[in-house]
């Protein structure tokens, strides 16, 4: 069974960057031509698909994070990550990685959570 570990969240003012990790056991060859993508989910909302990188590195964005945020993958470590600047409180969730290609959608890891205030 595939396993999902988020990491790098924390606390941080408004303004500052993370650097969110998630990496991806038991997905054997799969992983790299999978697409990939972080999710995140604040209290009382639904979770919401915030970036998406395909096997090709292409990347999209929702506009909310447009600019701010940057996806990327490393194939060989089997770990994506999700580089957040200019964080705002708005950006407060738990966030999340998983599959969003052909392959259906893993299990959900535990996420990582972020907290923007000051």
């Known amino acids: 069974q595939v396993q999902l570990v988020e990491s790098g969240g924390g606390w941080v003012q408004p303004g500052g960057s993370l650097r969110l990790s998630c990496v991806v056991s038991?997905?054997?060859?799969?992983?790299?031509?999978?697409?990939m993508g972080w999710y995140r989910q604040a209290p009382g909302k639904q979770r919401e698909l915030v970036a998406t990188?395909?096997?090709?590195?292409?990347?999209n964005y929702a506009d909310s994070v447009k600019g701010r945020f940057t996806i990327a993958r490393d194939n060989a470590k089997f770990t994506v990550y999700l580089q957040m600047n200019s964080l705002k409180p708005d950006d407060t969730a738990v966030y999340y990685c998983?599959?969003?290609?052909?392959?259906?959608?893993?299990?959900w890891g535990q996420g990582t959570q972020v907290t923007v205030s000051s």
């Open positions: 998983n599959s969003v290609g052909p392959y259906g959608t893993w299990s």
């Open positions: 038991n997905s054997g060859s799969i992983f790299s031509i999978n697409d």
């Open positions: 990188i395909t096997s090709i590195r292409r990347t």
